[in-house]
């Protein structure tokens, strides 16, 4: 059986497909890795791990008071109660201001992401020097 990689890989591998990210470090003639080239890997992923866990903590966040009015809305609509005007009109500005909210964080994410991984971004694209090959994009079940 296959591990699939983790969110943060896969993550990261869109980045990367996008061709957002451009860079790299020179590998030792025999091709292993150099310490400066771990290091940065390392730094690569601490990035994905924290800014993903920022951003995710955020999105939550968020979303919450835009959920819990459209909750109440579906519940009042349900129960063949009234939705008062304010209610629908407060929703939908909570709910845009959180959406807009979560896209500007996902830029800063990207841009977080790349910043850190840009410098072994060649690492990672080598099937050669990853562990899950050419899997990496595979996000079946």
Do not use: Y
């Amino acid at each position: 059986m296959v591990k699939k990689p983790s969110l943060a890989v896969r993550l990261f591998a869109l980045f990367v497909s996008t061709g957002i990210v451009a860079g790299g470090l020179p590998a030792h003639a025999n091709g292993d890795l150099t310490g400066d080239q771990v290091n940065g890997l390392m730094d690569c992923q601490h990035a994905i791990n924290e800014r993903g866990r920022k951003f995710l903590k955020s999105v939550v966040e968020g979303l919450e008071e835009c959920a819990e009015l459209v909750v109440e809305i579906a519940l009042r609509e349900e129960n063949s109660l009234p939705v008062p005007p304010h209610l629908e009109k407060k929703a939908e500005a909570e709910c845009v201001k959180a959406f807009k909210g979560i896209g500007e964080r996902s830029t800063q994410l990207v841009d977080g992401i790349v910043e850190q991984c840009t410098p072994v971004e060649e690492i990672l694209l080598d099937e050669r020097k990853t562990p899950w090959g050419s899997r990496i994009l595979w996000a079946g079940p």
